[in-house]
């Protein structure tokens, strides 16, 4: 396992969303720890298109359960998603775009920091 307070750019780990609160542990960040089986490292900018796939996938981030505190993601919100989640959606095709310096370095043992980069929204050209 890597450093859980460090980003995909090797700084500071910094929040994804508080609204909807996401995070394994429910804290805003995509902190990676052991008890993260899943890896919900990927810090992601959800899409209708993305929304659509993962629910075809088995996954549906969209309906809300109340029971659990899920508000149901919609267009635009920050989410973090499982890196294996995310190349999966990358090889179809729909890989949404990510925040990286809300991407936990955890994400890497799955994912390309090449690929990452292609799709990061806080990246300058």
Same mark, same amino acid.
């Given at each position: 396992?890597?450093?859980?307070?460090?980003? *995909?750019? /090797?700084? *500071?780990?910094? @929040?994804?969303?508080?609204?909807?609160? !996401?995070? =394994? =542990?429910?804290?805003?960040?995509?902190?990676? !720890?052991?008890?993260?089986?899943?890896?919900?490292?990927?810090?992601?900018? +959800?899409?209708?298109? =993305?929304?659509?796939?993962? #629910?075809?996938? /088995?996954?549906?981030?969209? !309906? @809300?359960? @109340?029971? =659990?505190?899920? @508000?149901?993601?919609? &267009?635009?919100?920050?989410?973090?998603?499982?890196?294996?989640?995310? %190349?999966? +959606?990358?090889?179809?095709?729909?890989? &949404? %775009? *990510?925040?990286? +310096?809300? !991407?936990?370095?955890?994400?890497?043992? *799955?994912?390309?920091?090449?690929?990452? #980069?292609?799709?990061?929204?806080?990246?300058? +050209?």
């Amino acid at each position: 396992m890597q450093d859980l307070a460090k980003n *995909v750019l /090797g700084g *500071v780990l910094q @929040p994804c969303s508080l609204d909807p609160l !996401t995070g =394994f =542990f429910r804290t805003g960040c995509c902190q990676v !720890t052991e008890e993260d089986a899943g890896n919900h490292g990927v810090c992601i900018v +959800a899409t209708a298109e =993305f929304l659509a796939f993962s #629910k075809t996938r /088995g996954n549906d981030l969209s !309906t @809300p359960h @109340p029971e =659990f505190d899920f @508000p149901g993601l919609k &267009p635009g919100d920050q989410w973090c998603l499982c890196a294996a989640r995310w %190349q999966e +959606a990358l090889e179809a095709g729909m890989a &949404p %775009q *990510v925040l990286l +310096a809300a !991407t936990s370095t955890a994400a890497l043992e *799955v994912v390309r920091l090449a690929d990452l #980069k292609r799709h990061a929204v806080d990246l300058a +050209a």
